[in-house]
């Protein structure tokens, strides 16, 4: 099993950065599917980035909501996982969780990942 722990979360304002982090522990990041998802208030959880696992080709994922702001990253070494947010905007602002699936697969659907972090809120003011 791998042990999640999300950071990095705060108030910004619309048009700035966040950097959030995953740190894992008990198994290393390289052999897992990382994603990051994000719930506001009153909605389902969403799909935000992916990353494959190590090996071969790496494959990144986005939602088109988020499509040439955020970017996913990986640091097998530190065994973190990391989601670079810019350019953010009021509707960015939600509970951002990391989440590791065991699967070869990339997935985009929160239910087919086994593990989940505890979540960091992240506030974009306007």
């Known amino acids: 099993q791998v042990q999640l722990v999300d950071s990095g979360g705060g108030l910004v304002q619309a048009g700035g950065s966040l950097r959030l982090s995953c740190a894992a522990s008990g198994r290393t990041v390289s052999t897992y599917v990382m994603g990051w998802f994000r719930q506001a208030p009153g909605k389902e959880r969403e799909f935000v980035a992916a990353i494959s696992r190590s090996g071969g080709m790496t494959y990144y994922y986005y939602a088109d909501s988020v499509k040439g702001r955020f970017t996913i990253s990986r640091d097998n070494a530190k065994n973190m996982v990391y989601l670079q947010m810019n350019s953010l905007k009021p509707e960015d602002t939600a509970v951002y969780y990391c989440?590791?699936?065991?699967?070869?697969?990339?997935?985009?659907?929160?239910?087919?990942?086994?593990?989940w972090g505890q979540g960091t809120q992240v506030t974009v003011s306007s």
């Open positions: 989440a590791a699936d065991r699967t070869t697969v990339t997935n985009t659907n929160p239910a087919a990942y086994d593990f």
